[in-house]
């Protein structure tokens, strides 16, 4: 069983409560209150600037040119069309690009922070949740995607063959990094692991007010 698996097996009870969460399931019905959704939006921008220099980091530090050269592709689609995205859907909804944060979010950009200092393997465990957990709840074999375009292209960005090969190149890498480390290392990696999946969870509560 690989490093990933391991982990997201330990984790799953949160796991699954962030993939089945009231926001996955009312963005997916087409019911998602829109300040909610503008709410959701505003903040998750917020990690834009982050996840861009922990992808970057990711660059400079893998030790392979392929995986260095995928990495790469994969920040510019972040800087381009997702971001494009949130310029578009937050304009649409009157959103702010600034607004004040939530302390998921604070925790969360904190994360990516200290994971970015650390090194490949931890840059690849907070990765991993951050893009693993989204194609776990964007994929719903079946479901119709609702005909709200806000919702419906969040939902397509983080899913389908492009994005699920991107995971999966994602969790090879931290496989891979992992049986590289010692025991105290692969813990610290872990730990890293475990809040990001905590502070998944914590994020789509903080969405609705009370």
Do not use: C, K
Request: charged share 30%; aromatic share 10%; proline share 4%.
């Amino acid at each position: 069983m690989g490093f990933s698996v391991q982990l997201r097996e330990s984790t799953a009870a949160t796991w699954d409560a962030a993939v089945g969460h009231r926001f996955v399931d009312e963005l997916w019905s087409g019911s998602l209150d829109r300040g909610v959704l503008r709410h959701y939006l505003e903040q998750d921008l917020q990690f834009v600037d982050s996840f861009l220099a922990l992808l970057g980091a990711a660059v400079a530090t893998a030790d392979r040119p392929g995986p260095r050269v995928r990495l790469a592709r994969q920040l510019g689609l972040v800087a381009g069309p997702e971001n494009d995205y949130f310029e578009r859907s937050l304009g649409e909804l009157d959103g702010h690009t600034e607004p004040e944060r939530t302390a998921p979010t604070v925790g969360f950009v904190d994360l990516m922070d200290e994971a970015r200092d650390a090194g490949y393997a931890e840059t690849l465990a907070v990765l991993v949740v951050a893009e693993w957990l989204y194609l776990d709840w964007a994929t719903r074999p079946g479901a119709i995607t609702p005909d709200d375009r806000i919702s419906r292209e969040w939902i397509e960005l983080h899913r389908g063959v492009e994005f699920e090969e991107w995971v999966a190149f994602l969790r090879d890498e931290l496989d891979r990094a992992a049986d590289r480390l010692d025991p105290t290392h692969r813990e610290r990696v872990a730990a890293l692991f475990v809040r990001a999946v905590d502070l998944e969870l914590a994020f789509f509560d903080a969405t609705y007010p009370g």
